[in-house]
Every structure is written in C-alpha cells, then in structure tokens.
C-alpha cells in the first residue's frame, strides 16, 4: 500500500504533462488495491493520527484522480472507474461499528461532499456530443448518480443542506450549466430520500424559485427531481401545491410536455388521496392537453394521473370529471369510423390504451346504491366498440385494445359488470365470429370465470362456449386440410385451450352443461392437439387434458368420456416419450400421465405394462425399470414421477443411467 501511494508525485505529474496513458495505469491500479484491500486500508486507521494512515493517504490520492482537469466524456473517459472504490468506500464505513463508523463519517463527510461536486462539474450539459459521446455522457451520469445516492444516504441531511449551498451559489452567479447538473445529481438521490429528512424542502424552494425560461436542460432536470420526490412529498404534502404548481407552468412547453406528463403522474400515483383536494386544478393542467394534438403518451400519463386522484373523490366529483377524459376519446373514434384507414387504426389503438389504463386506474369506494363510473363509462364503451369492429376487424392493435378494455372492466367492476353481460357476451361472440383473432377468447374466458358463481348463466354460457369449439375445430380443421402452407394460429389454439382449463377450474358446469357426444368431441380434439409441433400448444392443451382428469374423478359425466381416451392418451405420450421428445414436451406429457396415475394408480401401472410390452422402441431393462418404479406405489412425488419419465427417455437412446427415485 505505501509503495502504491509513492506514485503519487507520478500522478501528478502525469497530469501537469498531460499523460493520459500513465494516468490511466496509476488509476487503475490505485482503484483496484483499494477495491481489493479496504479492510486493510481501514485497519491502518488510527483516531489520533488520522492523516497518517494509509486510508486517509489512499482517499486523497482517489480523490485526486477523481478530480482530474476536463469534463466528461470529451476530455476525461477514465475517471468512471472509480465508482467501484469510493462504492466500496462508503459500504465499508456503514458495516463498521458504530463509533468507528461515526468517526470516519465526520472525518471524511466534507471529502464525499466535494466528491458529488466533482461529480456536478466534471459532467454538466456544456455542449452537444454526438452519438457515442452522447452515451459516455449518459453512462457517466447515471454511474456517478447512482454513487452520489448512496452518498446521500449516508451523510443524510447535512450533505443535502450543503448539496442545497451549492446550487444556491449556481444561481447567485447565474451559472445555469452548474446548477443543472447540480438539479440533476439531486434527483438521482431524490428516490431514495426519508420522509423525515429537512434537506429537500431548501432544493424545492431552490428549484420552484426558478423561472419558465432557464435552459432545457435545467427545465428537465427540475421536473425529474421533483418526480423523485413523489414519495418524500407523500409524507411532507404542505409541498404539493406549489410543486403542481411549478410543473403546470411548464407543461405547455413543447419540449417538456413529455416530462411534465410523467411527473404528474408519478406525482398522482404516490400521493393520489393528497391530491384530491387539487382535483380541479389538475383538471385544469389536464383537459387543455387531452383535447389537442400533444402525443398519446402524454395524454395517457395524465389521464391515468387524473384516474388515481379521482379514485379518491366523491362520485359526483367523479361523474363531473370523466368525461373530460373519455369523451375526446370518443370523439376520436367518431372520427376514424368516417375514414377507417391504417392510420386512422393506429390512432384508435392508441386510445384504446388510454381508455384501458382510465379503466383500470379509476376504483373509488362507491356507497351501496350509487352506480359506478365505470359503469356508466362501459355502457358508452359497449356502443363504440361495435362500430369499431365493423370498421376496424383487420385491426390487431383496436381488437387488442377493445378487448384489454374489456377485461379491466369486469377486474374494477367486478360483480357489478353482470347487469352488462349480455351486451359484452353478444359483442365478444361477433367479434370472434368476425375476426377469428385470439383476444376475443380472452375476453369469453374473463366472462366465464367472473361469473361462475352465477348459476342463471351456466346454460348460456354453456351454448357460447361450445359454438366456440365447433368454429375453433372447423378452423383447425380447415386449416389442416388445405393445400397451401398455411398453419393454425398458435394464439388462436394456445388461448382456447387456456380458456378450457380455467373454465375447468372454477366454472365445470359450463363443460358438464352438455351431452357425453359433445364432451367427447371437446376432449378428443384436445388431445389431437397435443400432437401439434408448438409448444406453447401442446403446453395449453396438456394442461386442459390434465384438468379433465382430475374433473373425471369428481364427476361422472366427464369419467365416462374421459375413460375411453385414457388408453390412447397414455399410449400416445409413452410412446412420444421414448421416441425422444423434448424435455419441454416430457415435463407437459408426463405432467398428464401424472394425473392419470393419481386417478387409479392400479389401472395405470396395467395399462402401462401393456403399452411398453407393445412398444418397439427401448431395451427390456429400461422398461422393466420404469414399471418397477412405479409399481406398488400409491403415492409418488411429481417431481420424482416426472424425472422416471425423463430417464426412461434417456435410455431409450442408450444410456446405461439407473431409474433412482428420490
């Protein structure tokens, strides 16, 4: 370490020469001994000679290197590598005890504070870098941003009152580069900010003081660190007006309405029931952008914003304010309904997203008797998506949206959907009918399993389900015969299947509300489909065969179908297995067998012993194993069972492993 420290003359004049190689090599050797050997470094630490020890020795030289001439990435590239050692610096004094600790807090407290200000001069907005300096300048600020944080932490609100000192000076001497740099390092530490720490309220005062037409750069990085704030402000709300107040006053700013946006939001979210007071004056800061020709993400922050404060007011407050929110989007749709071209769609898929976020942000408490907002708002919903899906059928993205909308609908609404479900029941219908796309299974799936408490739906939702199997399996069908290259939508299959096994689950009576014919049907397509060469079919549709399994042995309806194809099924997946199918493809098909054999473990094992006695592929000995395994057992663990299975495939290729049961 002393020996290290005696290149610092070499440093030094490295830097008055302007070597940069030799800079470079002493740097790195430097960060990597004190990475390497801190605790060393803070064993030679001695209370009543502090500035003789090697640590204070190594701080200084760091601090040095640190702080060599030129600003980042321009004229200093290298000095981003000492992160790793002032990190590991900091995160050694913390883990000391706590008089140690303490000690070296005070001793080295001004050094990490002149640190940050490095920090804050070495990498301010001076000029425009092109591509690759542009990055370096970004890497450099979030690396040190992150460093600074910690920093931050560790000192607490002292370093923030002198942090404050220095952008005051910034200001008093009109030095708008410095202080934005200085804006933006506190905003890295602004995330991780104590509600009870006093040092932001001096960076708010700091930072509101300033008017509309400093820098860009100053601007953004205002309105981000007043972002990071969102949680400290939770708990410091007398703030909160005057914050609003800042960013209204720049959200008309072209360049900084995307930033403002997002940090209104942010704002919104932590502090939502805060802000309900204020309703009307982000109403205020909203509705002017959520009817002009500012970009969609833009609006959809600050209607989402809107929607959590909402949350928190009153119903009529609600009724009042909504509509300043949904009806631009429906006068949006108005208008690319005159004229459904491919653009006109995008702009339909953008406020279909809008709308979805709007849904699933607003979730007041309503009292006993008073409708929701939501429900009113879906009644509209209802009307526009049917003139959307005449127009916009093609449309993934408005299909998609429709359909995500929906699906938030019945998770905020809850039981209080149902007086709507005959018009989403037909309009989810026609939309699969029109379209034959995947989302729309989705939406029948959600209306399903949302209502399965709801006996009085059970035989409708029973004729709509199984309409959907007959086109599903028409489709497939269809699609399998014909001549050309075409393939089934693995979307399509994967979504239905998925919609068998979680209307299985929760809502069996639609599956059992039918004739054993049609049961049958339902069930042998499903195992054809584990046949298919996707994987996230066969996936799907073994995870709809397994849940008939396990229905069969509950219900007898289904063990009467189930019964049949239980031979062809083991026979079929055995077979797979030994013919070496994927590992993927063994876990979903002995996950089935798996069922099959806590069904009746005795059946199984016989029609397994029959199935390999049959089977060409595979030595003796290997089938011997398998059988061996399992025979006797009422009770093996899945994971054990699968891994019989996955050896079983193995030495059907040879290999000489012993079937070992955990």
Same mark, same amino acid.
């Given at each position: ?235 410091? @709300? #007398? ?7 800042? %960013? /209204?006053?720049? =959200?008309?700013?072209? +360049? ?88 006109? @769609? #995008? ?7 809008? %709308? /979805?976020?709007? =849904?699933?942000?607003? +979730? ?89 408490? #709801? ?208």
């Amino acid at each position: 370490g002393s020996q290290i420290l005696q290149t610092r003359t070499v440093f030094d004049a490295a830097v008055r020469d302007w070597n940069t190689g030799m800079m470079t090599s002493l740097l790195h050797l430097v960060v990597d001994f004190g990475q390497q050997h801190m605790r060393f470094l803070t064993n030679t630490f001695s209370a009543s000679s502090p500035s003789s020890s090697l640590l204070d020795g190594f701080i200084q030289y760091m601090f040095a290197i640190t702080d060599i001439p030129g600003n980042v990435p321009t004229e200093d590239d290298v000095t981003i590598s000492t992160y790793g050692f002032w990190y590991k610096f900091v995160d050694f004094i913390t883990d000391l005890d706590e008089e140690t600790c303490q000690l070296l807090k005070g001793l080295y407290s001004g050094v990490l504070m002149d640190l940050v200000g490095v920090f804050c001069k070495k990498s301010q907005n001076l000029q425009a870098f092109d591509d690759d300096e542009q990055s370096d300048f970004n890497d450099y600020r979030s690396t040190m941003g992150d460093l600074s944080g910690y920093i931050f932490m560790f000192l607490k609100d002292d370093a923030l009152q002198q942090f404050a000192n220095m952008l005051d000076v910034a200001i008093k001497q009109r030095d708008e580069d410095m202080a934005e740099s200085i804006v933006f390092y506190f905003s890295q530490a602004a995330e991780t900010l104590e509600a009870f720490q006093n040092g932001p309220h001096v960076f708010i005062d700091l930072i509101c003081s300033f008017p509309t037409d400093v820098s860009f750069h100053l601007n953004q990085s205002c309105v981000t660190a007043l972002a990071n704030c969102a949680d400290w402000l939770r708990q410091n @709300a #007398d703030r909160l007006e005057e914050v609003i107040v800042f %960013l /209204s006053n720049r =959200i008309e700013n072209v +360049s900084l309405v995307d930033n403002v946006a997002g940090a209104l939001k942010t704002i919104c979210k932590s502090c939502d029931k805060l802000l309900s007071s204020q309703i009307d004056a982000l109403v205020g800061i909203a509705s002017p952008m959520l009817t002009s020709d500012v970009n969609y993400t833009v609006k959809r922050h600050l209607s989402e914003g809107l929607c959590w404060t909402l949350s928190h007011c009153s119903t009529a407050t609600i009724n009042t304010v909504l509509p300043s929110i949904s009806s631009p989007i429906f006068q949006e749709f108005a208008r690319c309904v005159s004229s459904p071209t491919e653009e006109a @769609a #995008d702009v339909v898929g953008n406020n279909l997203l809008i %709308l /979805s976020r709007v =849904i699933c942000c607003l +979730s007041p408490e309503v009292p006993n008797g008073v409708v929701h907002p939501v429900f009113t708002l879906a009644q509209e919903i209802i009307g526009h998506f049917e003139l959307l899906l005449v127009n916009f059928s093609w449309g993934e993205d408005v299909v998609n949206g429709m359909c995500t909308a929906l699906t938030n609908c019945f998770r905020t609404l809850k039981n209080d959907i149902i007086p709507l479900l005959p018009n989403i029941i037909g309009f989810a219908v026609n939309g699969f009918d029109t379209t034959e796309q995947a989302p729309f299974i989705n939406t029948i799936s959600d209306i399903m399993t949302f209502t399965h408490n #709801d006996s009085s739906l059970a035989e409708q939702l029973c004729s709509v389900f199984y309409n959907l199997f007959s086109k599903v399996a028409a489709l497939t069908t269809s699609v399998q015969e014909s001549d050309n290259d075409e393939s089934v939508d693995p979307l399509l299959l994967s979504r239905f299947f998925h919609l068998i096994y979680r209307v299985g689950r929760s809502s069996h009576e639609v599956l059992l509300h039918q004739e054993s014919e049609t049961l049958q049907q339902l069930i042998s397509f499903t195992l054809q489909c584990t046949r298919f060469d996707d994987v996230t079919i066969v996936r799907e549709a073994t995870s709809a065969l397994g849940m008939f399994v396990e229905k069969s042995s509950h219900h007898e309806e289904v063990d009467v179908v189930v019964v049949e194809v239980l031979g062809e099924t083991m026979s079929m997946f055995v077979t797979a297995i030994a013919e070496g199918a994927s590992p993927k493809l063994v876990s979903f098909y002995s996950d089935v067998l798996y069922k099959v054999f806590q069904r009746d473990n005795t059946a199984f094992i016989t029609e397994l012993t029959r199935i390999l006695s049959e089977l060409p592929l595979g030595d003796d000995d290997a089938k011997s194993a398998l059988v061996d395994s399992i025979n006797g057992r009422s009770h093996i663990r899945k994971s054990s069972f699968q891994k019989m299975f996955s050896i079983f495939r193995a030495t059907c290729f040879g290999s000489k492993k012993a079937i070992v049961i955990d």
